[in-house]
Structures are given as C-alpha cells and as structure tokens.
C-alpha cells in the first residue's frame, strides 16, 4: 500500500497543522450540536424512524443543511491532514468519498418524511451520495486504524471503540434502509422501523471518528 512521505515538520508548521486538527474537532462537534438543535425543534418528527436528511423539510430546516456542510468541511480539513502526514492512499481516497458524498447530499435535500416509494430527483441524487459515503467512512476508519493509533497511542481505545460502532451501525443501516424501500416490515405497528435511530448512531460515529482522526493526524509523527 503505498503512501506519501511526510512533510518535514518546523515548529509553525507543526502549529498550524495542530490549528488545522483544532478546526477540524470544532466542525465536528459543531455538526452535532446543529443535528441535534434540529430533532430537538422538530418533535413532529420522530428520531427513531426518521432519517436526519429528512428534517430539512421540517421547522428550520437550514439546520440540516448547515450540518451536512459542517461535516464535509471537517472531513476536508481532515483529509489535508493525512495528505500532509503520509497516510495511506486507500484511507484518504475513503475520507475524501466521504467528505464528496456529504457535501452533495447537502446541495440536494431529502424528500419529506414518509416518501420512501416514490422519491424526487433531488431525493434520488442525494441518496446517491449518501450511500456510499456512509460506506466510505468505516473502510477509512479500518484502513487508517493502525496508523493512526501509531500517531496517537492514548486515543487507540477510543479510535478502536468508534470503529467498532461504525462497522456494526452502517451494516444494520443498510438493513433497515433496504427495509424502509417498499415499506417497513422489520419493525412493529408502535415503531415500524429503527432506520432512524440506527443513522444517528452511524452519523455520531463518524462525526466522532473525523474529530478522533483529526488529532491524531495533525501530531507529530512517531519517530522509529
């Protein structure tokens, strides 16, 4: 697997790339906060069986919008870091699917909620890119596992826990996304499907990979 040598480091330039993580983090958290300012102000809506995409159709609904933004900028911010460090390519070429995906699926909103069977092209494109970024992100996090925690050796359990959580959640989301396609049937008749509930859980575990990644590629390297 081939990578690129590492930038030799000065001591601003050591600096600015640890200002480069900080910003990173912030997006991160930042994303959060306004997914979660966006269930809050939407209780029409349940969290449980409604994707996070949808509640752009709801009561400000910028907010979702700005949330996708938020992360892709953080992954951006994130990529230049392993760019810079010499991580491996497979890894950033995941992180920057990923980042791509999440940047379209902002610039195209989801249908209402409810509307499975029968989507806009808007909704069409925006699934298009969201797919295979929610797939990109755990290949990013499994590839770049090892290097990272050779970075970063006191976040390891958290790096290992946060992918753990990425594996299991994007697998059981596909599930339920297949699922929810011509109506659920996995659920009950109270809460008929999870694909809700199972996104946020995916979607918190790559906002926190991104900001875990993002510190542990901006210190400095390891010398052997």
């Not at 990529?79 to 990923?98: D, E, T």
Request: contains cysteine; aromatic residues 6%; proline residues 7%.
């Amino acid at each position: 697997m081939r990578t690129l040598s590492p930038t030799p480091s000065s001591p601003s330039s050591t600096g600015r790339w640890a200002r480069t993580g900080s910003r990173a983090v912030l997006a991160a958290i930042g994303t959060a906060v306004t997914a979660i300012a966006a269930d809050l102000i939407n209780p029409q809506y349940s969290p449980v069986t409604e994707v996070i995409s949808r509640y752009v159709n709801g009561t400000a609904g910028w907010l979702i919008t700005t949330a996708l933004f938020l992360v892709a900028g953080a992954s951006g911010l994130l990529l230049a870091l392993l760019r810079r460090a010499g991580a491996p390519r497979v890894g950033r070429w995941a992180v920057g699917v990923w980042a791509a995906g999440v940047a379209v699926a902002g610039v195209f909103p989801a249908d209402p909620p409810g509307r499975w069977g029968r989507p806009s092209t808007s909704d069409i494109v925006h699934g298009m890119a969201a797919t295979p970024a929610f797939l990109a992100l755990p290949v990013a996090a499994l590839v770049l596992h090892g290097w990272l925690t050779r970075r970063w050796t006191r976040g390891a359990g958290a790096l290992r826990s946060v992918l753990g959580t990425s594996l299991v959640s994007t697998a059981v989301l596909l599930v339920c996304l297949v699922d929810v396609m011509d109506g659920p049937s996995l659920g009950t008749d109270a809460v008929p499907t999870l694909v809700g509930l199972v996104e946020r859980i995916a979607f918190g575990a790559g906002l926190a990979w991104v900001a875990l990644a993002a510190v542990a590629a901006s210190r400095p390297a390891v010398r052997a």
